[in-house]
């Protein structure tokens, strides 16, 4: 199997132009790039470790890239119950940008979760989807559910 590095770049580009757009970012792909790293690093932090390998061997090289990068197993992961505290955890991962980047808004916060897991179910089957649901803290589930047969 050879591997094409730059396909996998050109791919990647094509998904974060498209993403930003989706985001209403206009061409700001760094902001959409930050966004997309911090909502799926604030995921894997919440499922567990085998959900999450199931789920990166759905997506494409240049996804797998984004949510792998800087993971590290943790045995316990952290107690998030409600949607503001996944809001808080994914502007965590977002560090200082997230003041910009999500306005501390979170309703803000909120849209782009949903338009994240609308755009990534074109990679994701609806098993797996409903697998992530069904692991979710109950005031989570809307997060997936919502947005599981887009």
Request: hydrophobic share 45%.
């Given at each position: 199997m050879a591997l094409n590095f730059n396909q996998y770049a050109v791919e990647g580009n094509t998904f974060l132009k498209n993403y930003a757009k989706e985001m209403n970012l206009g061409d700001d792909t760094k902001k959409a790039g930050r966004i997309?790293?911090?909502?799926l690093h604030a995921l894997r932090d919440i499922?567990?470790?085998t959900e999450s390998l199931q789920l990166i061997s759905q997506f494409?090289?240049?996804l797998k890239a984004v949510y792998v990068n800087g993971w590290t197993l943790k045995k316990?992961?952290?107690k998030i119950k409600q949607m503001?505290?996944?809001i808080d955890l994914v502007r965590k991962y977002d560090g200082p940008s997230a003041i910009n980047d999500f306005e501390y808004n979170d309703d803000v916060a909120e849209q782009y979760i949903d338009t994240t897991f609308i755009l990534l179910r074109k990679?994701?089957?609806?098993?797996e989807m409903?697998?992530?649901r069904d692991g979710l803290p109950k005031d989570l589930k809307t997060m997936?559910?919502?947005n599981i047969m887009f």
């Open positions: 997309l790293s911090a909502i499922i567990p470790t494409p090289m240049f316990d992961r952290p503001a505290d996944f990679y994701i089957s609806l098993g409903e697998d992530i997936i559910y919502s």
